[in-house]
C-alpha cells in the first residue's frame, strides 16, 4: 500500500473520529433537555480498491449519518397516551369544579339553605302569628333563592369556560399543525443537502405530542416527512401543506346564553366541514362532552328542583288558588310567595314592610290557625314525583353525592393515565434518552480512536521523509 494511502485513511478516519466526538459532546449537552433524543454516528468502511496483485485492501472510514436513537412504535404509543391522559385530564378538572360548585362542605350550602328554609317553617307552625317567624321565613327563602341562583350560574360560568377551553384547543392545534408542516419542509431541505435534522425532528415529534393532546391522531412517515391523519382518517398534515385546519362554528346557546362552539375540518376554501368522528378522543372530545353533558345535567337538576319548589311552595301559599289566609285575614289566593321557574330565575315575591303578614300559614280567622304552615313543613318529608320520588333534601343530597362521585372517579382515570404515560415516557428516556456513563465511555473510545489516527499520521509522515531521505 502506497504512504500516502495510509495518510489518506488516517485523515478521513481522523474524521470521522472528530464528527463523532462531536456527536457525543452534544448528547452530552443535552443531557437535561426536554425531548431530546440520543443521536449515534453510524460509521461505514469505505470502499475496497484492488491492488497490483489482485488484493483488495480498505480505504478508511466515514460517518455515513447521524441518526437519531428512536422505537417507533414506543413513539407511537407515547403520543396514543398523551391523547388519553389530555383528555382525562380535561374531564378531571371540569368535573372537579363542578364539583365544587355543588360541594355541600362549603358555607353557606344549598343542602343547609333547604333545611334552614324547612326549619324556618316548622316554626312559623308553632307559632303562626309571630313576626320574628314569618320574617326568619321569608330571609330562609331568599337565601335558598340566592343559593340556587348563585349555583345556576356557577354552572354557566363552567360550560363558558370549558367552552373557551375548547377554543383554545382547536387554536393550539392549528398552531402545531402550521409547526409540523414547517419542519417537514425543513427537514427535507437539510436532510437533501446532507445535514443531520435531529434537532428539527426533536421539535416536530413535540409539535405531534402538542397535537395529540387536543385530538387523537395517526402518523405515517414518508420520504416527504410526517403525515398526519385525524381519527376518521382525514389528512391534516401532508409534507409540507397543511391539508385541512380545525374549523369553529357557532352550535347555539349555552347556559348564559352566549353562542357555543363545534370544531370541525376546513376544506380549501375554508368550508365548514362536520367530522365529530375526527374529535372522539383528547382535550377537545373531553371539553364538549362535559360541557354538552354533565355541566347541562347539573343544571337541569338545579332547575328541576327550583321549579317543584316554586310550584309546591305556591300551592300552599295560595292554597291551590281558593287562597290561604294572611296575618291581616286576608286570601292569598294571588300571593305566591316564589317567581321564577327554574334555578336561574327563582325569587321571593313578597317585598316590603308588610311582607311577612302577607304568608298564607293558615286555613282559616280562626286564632292560632297554623294547617298551612304545617302543610308547608312537611314539604321536607314529602316525596317529589318530578325529582325523582324523593325528598327535597334528598335530592340535594344525591345531586352533590353524585358530583362527587363522578370527580373521584375521573380523578382515578386521569391518575391511571398518567401513571401510563408516565410509564412509557421512563421506557422512552432509557431507550432514547442520554446515558452519562455511556456516553463518557463512547467519549473515550472515539478519543482513543482519533488519537490513533493522528499517530497514524505521525508514522505516515515519518515514513514518507525516511523514503524522500533514501531518494536524495
Known amino acids: 500500500m502506497a504512504i500516502s494511502s495510509l495518510l489518506g485513511i488516517a485523515q478521513r478516519s481522523l474524521l470521522a473520529s472528530e464528527t463523532a466526538l462531536g456527536v457525543v459532546g452534544n448528547n452530552i449537552a443535552n443531557v437535561n433537555t426536554p425531548g431530546y433524543t440520543r443521536q449515534v454516528p453510524d460509521l461505514e468502511s469505505d470502499p475496497s480498491v484492488s491492488t497490483a496483485q489482485g488484493v483488495l485492501v480498505g480505504t478508511g472510514v466515514h460517518v455515513a449519518a447521524i ?21 382525562q385530564g380535561a374531564v378531571r378538572d371540569q368535573l372537579t369544579a363542578l364539583a365544587g360548585v355543588l360541594n355541600e362542605l362549603d358555607e353557606p350550602s344549598l343542602g343547609g339553605a333547604v333545611n334552614g328554609f324547612f326549619d324556618a317553617a316548622d316554626a312559623l307552625a308553632r307559632n303562626p302569628a309571630g313576626s320574628a317567624e314569618r320574617e326568619t321565613l321569608l330571609g330562609r327563602a331568599r337565601g335558598l333563592a340566592d343559593e340556587l341562583q348563585r349555583r345556576s350560574g356557577a354552572v354557566a360560568t363552567l360550560q363558558r369556560g370549558a367552552d373557551d377551553a375548547y377554543v383554545a384547543a382547536a387554536t393550539r392545534a392549528n398552531d402545531a399543525l402550521g409547526r409540523i408542516a414547517d419542519l417537514n419542509r425543513a427537514i427535507s431541505t437539510a436532510e437533501a443537502g446532507g445535514q443531520s435534522a435531529g434537532d428539527l ?3 416536530r415529534r413535540a409539535a405531534l405530542t402538542d397535537l395529540a393532546g ?18 376518521n382518517g382525514a389528512v391534516l398534515v401532508d409534507g409540507g401543506a397543511v391539508v385541512h385546519q380545525i374549523a369553529l362554528r357557532e352550535q347555539g346557546a349555552g347556559l348564559d346564553g352566549h353562542t357555543l362552539h363545534e370544531a370541525g375540518l376546513a376544506d380549501a376554501t375554508g368550508a365548514f366541514i362536520a367530522v365529530p368522528t375526527a374529535f372522539a378522543s383528547g382535550q377537545l372530545a373531553a371539553l364538549a362532552g ?15 328542583f327550583a321549579s317543584t319548589l316554586v310550584t309546591e311552595v305556591n300551592r300552599i301559599q295560595t292554597n291551590g288558588g281558593a287562597g290561604a289566609v294572611d296575618l291581616d285575614g286576608g286570601s292569598t289566593a294571588a300571593v305566591p310567595l316564589f317567581g321564577g321557574t327554574d334555578a336561574r330565575t327563582i325569587s321571593v315575591l313578597l317585598t316590603g314592610p308588610d311582607a311577612g303578614r302577607r304568608i298564607g300559614a293558615a286555613l282559616s280567622s280562626e286564632p292560632g290557625d297554623n294547617q298551612n304552615a304545617l302543610e308547608l313543613a312537611d314539604l321536607r318529608s314529602a316525596a317529589q314525583a318530578t325529582l325523582g320520588n324523593v325528598t327535597f333534601t334528598g335530592y340535594v343530597a344525591g345531586l352533590t ?21 408516565q410509564q412509557l415516557q421512563n421506557q422512552r428516556d432509557s431507550f432514547s434518552g442520554v446515558n452519562l456513563n455511556e456516553e463518557l465511555t463512547n467519549l473515550l473510545r472515539y478519543q482513543r480512536a482519533f488519537q490513533a489516527s493522528a499517530e497514524a499520521i505521525n508514522v505516515g509522515n515519518e515514513v514518507l521523509d525516511e523514503l524522500m531521505q533514501v531518494v536524495r
Open 67 to 87: 441518526r437519531q436513537v428512536l422505537d417507533p412504535l414506543l413513539e407511537r404509543r407515547l403520543l396514543g397516551a398523551e391523547t388519553d391522559r389530555r383528555q
Open 201 to 203: 425532528r426533536d421539535r
Open 214 to 231: 387536543v385530538l387523537g391522531i395517526q402518523t405515517v412517515d414518508t420520504k416527504d416527512g410526517v403525515t398526519v391523519s385525524a381519527a
Open 290 to 304: 362535559v360541557r354538552d353533558g354533565e355541566l347541562v345535567n347539573a343544571s337541569s337538576a338545579l332547575d328541576t
Open 401 to 421: 353525592g353524585q358530583a362527587g362521585q363522578d370527580a373521584a372517579q375521573a380523578r382515578d382515570s386521569a391518575q391511571a393515565t398518567q401513571a401510563l404515560q
